[in-house]
């Protein structure tokens, strides 16, 4: 099992940047591909970023690429996912997940993940 907690989220004006991160406790954080995920109201969960097992690989939708980055630090079990130039259509519930199939590229595949954070909120004025 493998336990996330997410943080970092807020208000920010468009344009700004925010820095989410995601700890995770439990089995081998290292061992996991992780993603971000968000969720607005009234859509489905869909993929922002993710990171292979050994931070070799990323991925990003094309929404946010150029915009966000995705990194971890295998010794602070921890992932973030830097904001910048953000859009008010990034406003929504971001999501940290763990994928346990020990991919080197991550999966932009909710199904795939395993485990699941709380969520944090990110809004972004316009």
């Known amino acids: 099992q493998v336990q996330l907690v997410e943080s970092g989220g807020g208000l920010v004006q468009a344009g700004g940047s925010l820095r989410l991160s995601c700890t995770a406790s439990?089995?081998?954080?290292?061992?996991?591909?992780m993603g971000w995920f968000r969720q607005a109201p009234g859509k489905e969960r869909e993929f922002v970023a993710g990171?292979?097992?050994?931070?070799?690989?990323?991925g990003y939708a094309d929404s946010v690429k150029g915009r966000f980055t995705i990194s971890r630090d295998n010794v602070k079990n921890t992932v973030y996912l830097q904001m910048n130039t953000l859009k008010p259509e990034d406003t929504a519930v971001y999501y940290c997940?763990?994928?346990?199939?020990?991919?080197?590229?991550?999966?932009?595949?909710?199904?795939?993940?395993?485990?699941w954070g709380q969520g944090t909120q990110v809004t972004v004025s316009s």
């Open positions: 439990g089995r081998p954080f290292s061992s996991y591909a």
């Open positions: 997940a763990a994928d346990r199939a020990l991919r080197s590229r991550p999966s932009p595949n909710v199904f795939e993940y395993d485990f």
């Open positions: 990171i292979g097992w050994s931070a070799i690989n990323t």
